[in-house]
């Protein structure tokens, strides 16, 4: 007997180790055999001789082992016992042996009980009646031409293939001689599968066989004459696998996304590949697309690892879509196929890049939209005041007086600033009412002698915002007779709402400090942002420009002040931010000048941005620029993406040039300070740029 046993398997990443486990189930004897039915019958011609054979049907057990069916007890008779033969698989065939011919004449039917016995402890039993009916003489039984029969059956077949036909013969004559073919003792599941045909013998297919469950089935046929006679043979079905399962792959671990400066040999994808049929038919193979960067290996027990073989470079391909392809080698072939995709992450391996190209001007509209970060406030009553708000009643108010109004307001914008009111506690909540949407305290009824003159509400604003926030506040209302009465002690209501709101008012501070602590920090961040664009943005503050003097004429020279035309060019240059992180701004230009050797002609001195003619500045004299002037602006991209694409422009050494400034975010350089030709006829500079992963670039000498 097999053990029952529980396959599993434990699958270990970074090393891959595999390790298999075996969990064998034990059977306890909690069944009992049982026969398929309480009474057999059996027909026994008289005159018999001793020594025949009838075969009788065991009893099932669906226990195991020594708990399952040991051994049968045939109650005392004198005409027949008990032989048991152990047959293939361990199966015992039941006997009944005649050792005395039978009567009819003086015994018709002969009643005996057939008893199984278990092993197990406590053993059980299961019992069927034998009832024999002993018939007229019929001298021959049927006899098949072979005690037992073996075919193959493919799975799958369709309904009515034929799977084996037996024959069986009787030497008598007649009725005696007409033959009955049926199943003996066997499953439900093989009425199922098989049909058998009484007349013919012939098995065929009733519903398909698969050879997953089950790989062979054996019956037992009986063949029975007219007289009542019958033979028995054993039918073996062995069933052949056919190619109907495909491959199924079962991915286990993927490792996505995958850092770019992944080591060749890391481990990408381990799956592993299973195939139900036998085999040919359940040996696999797998493959993956040849032009990727990736190697298929194979690890043991059909898993299979995809490692890298080539390096990565997330800025050619940021994503990789894997099919992974299994094929058996059955007839016809089946496959199957599974796609991962693969994610690789970015590193730090690209420098700034310095470019010199410009885009057109593009309006960036920045809209803000509103979060529900603001609870309501209350300014009536005063929602943090350390006084009680009272309101006076006199108490000869009728029903929807008005007592007063409370009013609250929310920082919040559309509907998250809007506001219901409610009463969230009363002294008397059949008293007072507060309007929903408008917050006005009216009386519900008049004032009778029996209502305290102390009343107290504790109102709740709410917006409706999403999650909705909320405040509270508290109201002291007094009735009185008239509204100079003296003996009106505020105090006194103090007193008391200070006694019952203790644990209220105590959470109001705590609330209170935190909202002022998080509006402070608020406050300091505003105004590091602001001084911090207005150190570093010149779209913010605008560079000035010299004053329009008057119309120069066609030569460039002024004959008062001996300047340079002012005509002045605009290049405004912005781009919406690409993949490749290309950096442009809006950058006023003014005519910038050279100051290197006077014996140089004045050509080579103008810059590329200025429109004017050689003859229209030969013999001047470059003037002193204003602070702020914007001189030049170097930009750089970087092909990396987040944080590694943010760089940073410094001068090399750092403030070489005093009178000249170097805005660090946008590259742009611009006076510092007053520039004297007399002083300093030229000035040279290395501009540096460093993204936040450390890599850098280095401009020429800027002159």
Known sequence: MEPCLLLSEIVLQNPLKIYNIEIEIKDVNDNSPEFSKNEFELAIPEQVPASTRFLLESAQDADLGENSVQNYTLSPNENFQLEIRSARGGKKNLELVLRKMLDREKEASVGLTLTAVDGGVPQRTGTVQIKINVLDNNDNFPQFAQSEYTVGLKENSPRDTLVLKVEARDLDLGSNAEITYSFHQVPEEIEHLFHLDQTTGEITVLSPVDYEKETSFDMDIKATDGGGLSGNCKVFVEIEDENDNAPEISVITVTSPLAEDS?????????????????????????????????????????????????????????????????????????????????????NDNSPVFEKSKSSEVVVRVVILDENDNAPFFLYPLQNSTSPCNELVPKAVEAGYLVTKVVAVDGDSGQNSWLSYELLKATDPSLFSIGAQNGEVKTRRPLTERDTNKQRLIILVRDNGHPPQSSTATLNILSVDGFSDPYLNIASVSHEASEEDGSLTMYLVICLAAVSFVFLICIIVFVVIKMYKKESSFITALPQFPPTLPEIPETGVDSQSGSLSRTYHYDVCLTGGSLSSDFSFLRPLIPVFSMGDPNVSENHRISSVSQETPEQVEGQKQREQPASTLVAKDEATDRDLGSNADTTFIQVPENVLKSFKLNKRTGELIIAGTTDYEEDKSSAMNIKVTDRGGLSAMTMPRR
């Open 263 to 347: 080591p060749i040999d890391t481990l990408v994808v381990l799956f592993s590949v299973t195939d139900r049929d036998s085999g040919d038919n359940g040996r696999t193979s797998c493959s993956v697309e040849m032009n990727l960067p990736f190697l298929l290996q194979t690890t043991v027990n059909n898993y299979y690892q995809l490692v890298t073989q080539k390096p990565l470079d997330r800025e050619k391909v940021s994503e990789y879509n894997i099919t992974i392809t299994a094929t058996d080698r059955g007839s016809p072939r089946l496959s199957s196929r599974r796609t991962i995709t693969v994610l690789i992450s970015d590193i």
